[in-house]
């Protein structure tokens, strides 16, 4: 089994990429502590272009382009400025059309920028600057206490954690600005309840799947901690949204990549006396851990890794596989493949 | 003779192979394997996983392949015994942003939608100057969209110039705004007269990609060249995206592709090799993405899928299945599926849902394949209407399937091929790294596939009829090869039978259809004798038509689908 990271982690590094969807220029250098939503990096695009194609509008041969083009390349120009200009019995003048600048002059053809538009790309976490990605953006690294989700809707925000009992808490005043924790599978129309209250963030414990297409739509983030369909989701995760109830947290609730072990999280920053070691730690054996099981009819229960037989073994299914022997809370012990295991706590 | 040795190494989602091959005895053999799981967590899990693969097999062989520096240990001189090459191929990263400029939506935009969707890419925008003759809009929308990749084609050689004059002068102005480091890869395949203008033009550097035009005279399409430009675009696309690669493909004698490039040399060595005067079809499945490849008469068509659960998938998925399940269940299933790649199925019901879900990304794969080539027939209801033999099968999803039988199911439920046709798994993933070292040394491929290193899965006959269920639509007359007792069979309309293969010994059959049967033998009714090699699970004959014959009752469907599996050997 590849060890992926465990879902509960105490001293946990976020990497976070904050990048320009085209390129333009980074505003901060490496190593610099950064708040949430400062700008990382910025592109002043034109907001349109104009190209004239002198030659043609003009009907003119090569020869006579060049005395008729009046601005070069790079040159600032004020709306009404005269660009082009063809003398002759009736004259033809091209202008700018607004104000701008020449941006080039090529093959007869000269191209105005005009306006400005900006992108910006702010972090929505705090932390330092680890990486520039030169041209786009950089990676924001901080340190804390993350519970990491199986499913999110590509935003992330910001607020303090409220754990929610929906059927009897629906119309708190605190649900605005606050992300809120509801434990159990949710509905649509209770999610957009939700968003409609003001809340900053929503984590489900488990959602339906035909809410999907509509939430990856929603204003604000949104992470669900098992995933999607029935389940239950475990003690340990349980008593740390108990813990962080009422504390600020930041929602990533990024799309996973498995490939790359992202996946959304809940995140806590906090200080911590551990420094970053000169070399990896040994992999510590997964004996004595507590797994989460995935996968029907175990979704969401936990129970510990008793052993970790070498032979591969046959499921019901047919498929082989490396198992792990949990022993679960109620005492019952069943074998899992590794791979729908994930590691609950390091 | 001098003992030479080839390495190919492959990178896919969730895996890092390496394989050996040496010419020992004068024939070149599978000397030794290894695969390894990673995911990416840092930098460094990439390089540590090829290296973990490549030290497995040094120490298999006792052969030094990798210094602790990183370098190959080629051996140039041909007369010292050694590695001699290495196929370097990877079907990791992010989808391709690709932008297409053509100037008119059939002659180049279609023949670049072909061109670009064969690799791992998402087709962001779409500009046809015929529909946007305006320079300004076009030039607003090639600054204001997010992408790694343009390719810009149009025009006969010697053609009119004017558009795509004005496309390149528009090019040159976005390169100069994006920089250096974040310059889009550039690939120019349209009029040869605007070849060296483009690239003056343009200065992108060793990111410009200048090719032969797509069409260089009305009517004659040729990709040929385009798809070299377009693999050397991808390439440095993929050592930017994974620079730790870098340092490996530099190498001298180490050849670096996408892995589907270089199963397409495969499939394009097989059609050409082989005396069927058939195509070769290759289905790759990997849990995250699908990849078909056709070739057909020396032309190759092909297309990358990423997996995607949408709405449409459950009822596909539940219709599919033989077992009863839960709407709300499956959807789920699918949903989490996504989330966990390597989740193993552990129960029959989970099992039924993946079966099913691979069979319906099969049918989604032909059918966007379809709609991208107009040589390939295929619809999701008649199945595949070509000529083609065999059928390859490879990537993890089927490698890690339970038995042949299960692996048959789905590959011929997600077919449904016509006619007769060999069915033929790569229980090695082999064939990626037989297309990667192919360059180095042909003999190597020849000897190699000659080996029986592929494994026959069947050889099925389609029986292709109108009449009702339960209807005779073949006879058989089997001659085991046992002396001259022939055994006779008789298959009804919408039975899927199996006949046994012994080792080493050929099956022969003779097929007589009824009058309304069409059994691929040229005409309804024509049959003849037919040779089946032995195969894992030897011959089958499908019996179900096409469309494929399905009880209305849900209950009953699932039966049938479970019979059907049963007949296969249970």
């Known amino acids: ?346 | 003779m001098t003992v030479s040795s080839y390495l190919s190494i492959d990178v896919s989602p969730q895996h890092a192979r390496a394989w050996l091959f040496e010419n020992q005895s004068g024939i070149f053999q599978l000397v030794s394997q290894a695969v390894n799981p990673f995911v990416l967590t840092d930098d460094r899990a990439l390089l540590s996983a090829i290296e973990q693969s490549i030290h497995e097999i040094e120490k298999n062989t006792g052969m030094g392949l990798l210094s602790g520096s990183r370098r190959f240990q080629i051996e140039p001189d041909q007369n010292i015994p050694g590695l001699r090459g290495v196929g370097l191929t990877t079907s990791i990263g992010k989808a391709i942003r690709v932008v297409l400029v053509g100037i008119s939506e059939k002659y180049s935009l279609e023949p670049l939608r072909r061109l670009a969707r064969f690799y791992n890419t998402e087709i962001v925008v779409e500009i046809c100057l015929q529909n946007e003759p305006n320079i300004s809009t076009q030039l607003h929308q090639l600054t204001n969209t997010a992408f790694d990749l343009l390719i810009l084609a149009g025009g006969l050689d010697g053609g009119p110039e004017k558009a795509l004059r004005a496309v390149i002068s528009n090019l040159r102005l976005l390169v100069q705004m994006w920089g250096g480091a974040n310059r889009p890869q550039i690939v120019y395949a349209g009029n040869q007269s605007l070849a060296d203008y483009a690239k003056m033009e343009i200065e992108a550097g060793d990111d410009l990609h200048i090719a032969g035009n797509i069409q260089p005279e009305s009517g004659r399409e040729d990709l040929s060249f385009a798809s070299k430009a377009l693999l050397a675009a991808i390439r440095r696309l993929r050592l930017k995206e994974f620079p730790e690669l870098q340092e490996l493909a530099d190498q001298a004698n180490v050849l670096f592709f996408p892995g589907e490039f270089a199963r397409a040399r495969m499939d394009h060595w097989l059609e050409q090799t082989q005396t069927n005067g058939k195509g070769v079809l290759q289905v790759h499945l990997e849990p995250d993405h699908a990849h078909a490849i056709a070739v057909q008469d020396g032309k190759r068509m092909g297309v990358w899928q990423n997996s995607m659960v949408d709405d449409e998938m459950i009822p596909a998925v539940l219709m599919q299945s033989d077992q009863p399940l839960e709407q709300a269940r499956t959807a789920a299933f699918l949903a989490n599926r996504e989330l966990h790649p390597g989740f193993v199925p552990v129960t029959i019901e989970e099992m039924s849902m993946e079966i099913a879900w691979m069979c319906v990304r099969i049918r989604r794969l032909l059918s966007e394949m379809a709609v991208l080539h107009e040589n390939f027939h295929y619809d999701d209801r008649l199945g595949l209407l070509g000529d083609f033999e065999p059928i390859l099968l490879s990537g993890s999803s089927f490698e890690r399937l339970p038995s042949a039988r299960h692996m048959f199911m789905v590959a011929q439920d997600g077919i449904l091929p016509h006619g007769i046709t060999t069915l033929v798994g790569d229980d090695y993933q082999l064939i990626t790294a037989l297309g990667a070292l192919a360059e180095f040394d042909p003999l190597l491929v020849t000897q190699i596939v000659d080996s029986d290193v592929f494994n026959g899965l069947a050889t099925v006959v389609n029986v292709d009829s109108l009449v009702a269920a339960g209807e005779k639509v073949l006879q058989l007359e089997v001659d085991e090869g046992y002396g001259e007792a022939r055994e006779h069979y008789q298959v009804y309309q919408a039975e899927l039978k199996r006949f046994e293969t012994v080792p080493g010994i050929d099956l022969r059959v003779y097929l007589a259809p009824e009058p309304e049967s069409d059994v691929g033998m040229g005409l309804r009714g024509l049959g003849g004798w037919l040779n089946a090699n032995p195969s894992n699970l030897g011959l089958v004959v499908d019996a179900r038509g096409r469309p494929c014959y399905l009880p209305v009752d849900e209950q009953k469907r699932q039966e049938a689908r479970r019979d059907w599996l049963w007949n296969l050997g249970a």
């Open chain 1, 1 to 346: 089994m590849t060890l992926k990271n465990a879902i509960i982690q105490t001293n946990h590094l976020l990497s976070f990429p904050v990048e320009l969807p085209v390129p333009g220029l980074v505003n901060v250098h490496l190593g610099e502590r950064v708040e949430a939503d400062d700008l990382i990096a910025e592109a002043v695009l034109p907001a349109r272009f104009q190209v004239f194609d002198v030659l043609n509008q003009f009907r003119l041969k090569e020869s006579q382009l060049e005395v008729c083009i009046k601005r070069l390349a790079g040159e600032e120009v004020k709306r009404g400025d005269v660009i082009a200009k063809k003398n002759g019995l009736i004259s033809r003048i091209f202008r700018a059309p607004e104000d701008g600048k020449v941006v080039a002059v090529r093959d007869g053809r000269v191209t105005l920028a005009m306006g400005e538009k900006t992108i910006q790309a702010r972090t929505p976490i705090a932390g330092t600057v680890a990486e520039i990605i030169p041209g786009l953006g950089a990676v924001i690294v901080s340190r804390g206490f993350c519970v990491r989700g199986a499913w999110g809707n590509g935003k992330t925000g910001l607020g303090c954690l409220l754990n929610l009992d929906l059927v009897n808490e629906i119309n708190l005043p605190e649900m605005k600005d606050a992300v809120v924790f509801v434990d159990s599978l949710t509905a649509l129309a209770e999610l957009k309840a939700l968003q409609e209250k003001g809340a900053a963030g929503i984590m489900v414990s488990s959602l339906e799947t035909a809410t999907r297409t509509e939430v990856e739509k929603f204003e604000i983030p949104v992470m669900s901690l098992l995933g999607f369909g029935e389940a239950t989701l475990d003690p340990l995760s349980q008593s740390a949204m108990e813990e962080l109830h009422g504390k600020q947290i930041t929602l990533v609730a990024r799309k996973a990549d498995p490939y790359r072990d992202l996946k959304p999280e809940l995140f806590q920053e906090r200080e911590t006396d551990e420094t970053a070691q000169l070399f990896a730690e040994p992999e510590p054996t997964l004996i004595g851990r507590t797994a989460r099981l995935l996968g029907q009819p175990y979704f969401g229960s936990v129970g510990k890794i008793v052993e970790l037989p070498q032979e591969i073994e046959r499921t019901a299914s047919g498929i082989q596989s490396k198992v792990a022997v949990i022993e679960r809370e109620d005492e019952t012990v069943i074998r899992v493949p590794l791979e729908n295991l994930e590691i609950l706590t390091n």
